[in-house]
């Protein structure tokens, strides 16, 4: 069922969710968390598709929050509120809803959104893409216990990374962090069989792949050892080496789909390691709303400090104007000859 409410309020829009639930026999509220997207027209039909599929698992209210563009001076100044419902076959098992903010409400977005979310439920904000820089301190980020952000969305993930680690706030995620949970499980499960030394490690993916890099960085911070980042041609990790006293533990997935696990005096086992699609990753964190202290010791850590080739980083702003020619500066006078050879 959808009903359509144009140049609305938050309070019609409530109304309208009770009467849909009336008219399709369910007046009850059976949901257990409200998810706030945060997205453009581009992306909506996308989002909304994976947070459905994800709410057969977690039965939730979806709010989806897009910001219209204003086209001209007066559209700016007109605040409208533009609004869709969906309830029943249409919205999964929750309920949907579709905010399109116009003109000056759209900076006032969460004026909007409060009085939408469920009564003494924990609230989600997922940034698709164009996360801003403090999640937590976005008016919207602060109504969650929860914030998702996705760093291969960025067109520098790299950068994204040690932006999300300088920002970080109890509550924080990305889910280039949920693509890596079952590779990590799967090492992890690995040295628990050998219980030996690890004294080096390399992580073999396609570049600006932030899953790769996250993997690099939660192998180094866990195991205190130098870890090589690598490129090959995809798709997405592809491999991880590590380097123990007693041989080498590999894990190989060359086709996005199936990996081969190596050790030393052990068969090769095959091991499913498929690429998974974005409601699973969403449906894998909406299971926790405690904070992450993996994630945040791993994406502190720093890409920097990770072995591997230079990374593309991001273009430098251009100035508006000429620049002012600057003098060069002095050259560094020589330290004496004999302090020199004293150093």
Known sequence: ??????????SKINQALVAARRAIGTPA?????TLVIVTDEENAYDALKSAGDASREHPSRIIAVIKRAARSPRSRRDARLDAEVRVGS?????????LRLHGELANHAQSVVLPLLLPDAPVVVWW?????????????????????????????????????????????TDLSWTRITPWRSMLAAALDQQHVEVVAATVEGESENPSCEL?????????????????????????????????VIVLDRPDGSLATLSMQNQ???????KRRDTAELLAEELRR?????????????????????????????????????EPAPAPAKKAPAKKAAAK
């Open 1 to 10: 069922m959808k009903i359509d409410l144009t140049e609305t309020t938050s």
């Open 29 to 33: 509220i059976g949901m257990v968390l």
């Open 90 to 98: 249409d919205a999964g098992t929750g309920e949907t809803v579709v």
């Open 128 to 172: 698709p893409q164009d996360a801003p820089e403090q999640p937590s301190k976005d008016p919207l980020g602060a109504l969650a216990q929860r914030r998702i952000t996705d760093a291969y969305s960025a067109e520098h993930p790299g950068d994204e990374l040690a932006m999300r680690g300088r920002s970080y706030a109890p509550g924080d």
């Open 215 to 247: 993997l690099a960085m939660w192998l180094a911070d866990r195991l205190k050892v130098p870890v090589e980042r690598t490129l090959s041609g995809g798709p997405g990790l592809t491999a991880v080496r590590m380097e123990t006293k007693n041989g």
């Open 267 to 273: 068969p090769d086992r095959a091991v499913a390691l």
């Open 289 to 325: 709303l405690d904070p992450d202290n993996t994630y945040e010791a791993t994406v502190k850590f720093g890409v920097e400090k990770l072995g591997g080739p230079e990374r593309p980083k991001a273009a430098e702003p251009k100035s508006d104007g000429p620049k002012s020619a």
